[in-house]
C-alpha cells in the first residue's frame, strides 16, 4: 500500500515520491515529501519497508509519519520499518481521524500477539505518537518552516487529508474518501485551494462508482473536477484499484489529460519536485 514522502535534502524545493500508487489491499512501496530537509511520510502501508532502507542508506535519523486513517493497508508496513529498530533514529507519528482511542495503542495493538512476534517497546528508535482533531493546523521542522492543514474526509472509521506547506509552494493529500455526486466536498475544496500538487483518492472512474457507494473512495473524474474548481496546478491520480492493470491505467491517463492537462496517474517511484 502506499506511503508518500516528502524530503528536501537541504534545498528550498518541496519534492513528493510516490512509492506506492495502488490501495485497498497492500501493494509494496511507499509515498514520501521533503522539505528543506525534512522527511515527512504519509501513512505506513508496505512501502515504508523499503523507504527504510533508503532511509538508512542515506543516513535520515528523524521523520514524521501523517496517517491519513489505521487501516490495514495504511499501516501493515510499520512492523518492517527497520529505522524503527535502530537506537540513533527517532520518529514521530501523528493521527487526526481517532474518535475513542489514541494512535499509540493502535500501533502497538496490530502487532502484539498473536499478530506480530515483535511488540512496539521492542522498536529501539526514540518513538513519540501524537493525537489532534483533524481540522487543526500545526508546523513541523526547524523554525517551524513546514506547515500542515488538515481536513477530516468521509470514509469508514474517518480519515484525514493533510495540505504541506513550505517555502511558497503546497502539496496535498487527499486519501481515503468518498463523494456525494453533484456536491463538491468543500472541506476538500478549501483545503487544496490553489495547491501545485493534489495527490487524490481515485480508485474508481465514475461509471464504476454506483456500484461502490458505500466503500469509502472516490474518483479521478471527481478529482479533477475538484482540482479546476479549487484552481490547483496538477493532480496526481493515486490509490489505484488493484484491480486495475497497467494498460487499464494507460488508457485512463490518457482520458484524463484530454480532459485536464493538469492530471496524470501516480506510478512507482514517480517524483515531483515542486520547485
Known sequence: MQEIAARGGGTDDLQAEVLGCAGSIACPSPNHIACGGERIILDSGTGIRNLGHWLLRKNVNFATIL??????????????????FRA???F?????????????????????NPY???????????MSFADFK???????????????????LNHPDGATAYRIEYMGKSACYVTDTEHIVGNPNQNILGLIEGADLVIYDST?????FPQRLGWGHSTWEEGVRL?????????????HDPDHEDMFMEGLESRARAHWIGAFVAREHMRVNLS
Open 92 to 112: 514521530c507519528v501523528m493521527a487526526g481521524h481517532l474518535q475513542k482511542s489514541i494512535i499509540k495503542d493502535v500501533f502497538a495493538g496490530q502487532i502484539n
Open 116 to 126: 506480530f512476534p515483535v511488540p512496539l517497546d521492542a522498536m529501539k528508535a526514540t
Open 67 to 84: 496517517l491519513s486513517h489505521t487501516h490495514w493497508d495504511h499501516i501493515n508496513g510499520f512492523p518492517f520499518f527497520s529505522p524503527a
Open 204 to 208: 474508481y472512474t465514475d461509471k464504476e
Open 134 to 152: 483533524a481540522g487543526d493546523e500545526f508546523f513541523l521542522g526547524r523554525n517551524n518552516a513546514v506547515k500542515i492543514r488538515t481536513c477530516a
Open 88 to 90: 540513533d533514529r527517532s
Open 227 to 239: 482540482c479546476q474548481a479549487a484552481r490547483a496546478k496538477s493532480l496526481a491520480i493515486f490509490h
